[in-house]
């Protein structure tokens, strides 16, 4: 029995199906790599959140302190003046 060419038809719609597999195969990887880069992101979002907190801390207690030295400055010379 004569063999039957193969349909072009056929044959177009392998090559798309393993064009679609690579394509496929890549945005695999993209969305690995997003996920990566989401992650990424979220440990500097957390960063900078912290270290926002500690500048704002390290603000506040350094104004307390200027505060107090000052305190103890007036009481110094209140005290030298009184003698």
Known sequence: M???PESLVLEL???M???IAGVQAQMCD???KFDALRGDMDEWRETIASARG??????VRSKKLEDEVADLRRRVE???KAQ
């Open 78 to 80: 209140k005290l030298e």
């Open 17 to 19: 199906r393993g064009d």
């Open 54 to 59: 500690f500048s704002v801390h390290a603000n």
């Open 13 to 15: 719609l392998r090559e």
């Open 30 to 32: 993209l969305a690995g």
């Open 2 to 4: 004569a063999r039957e």
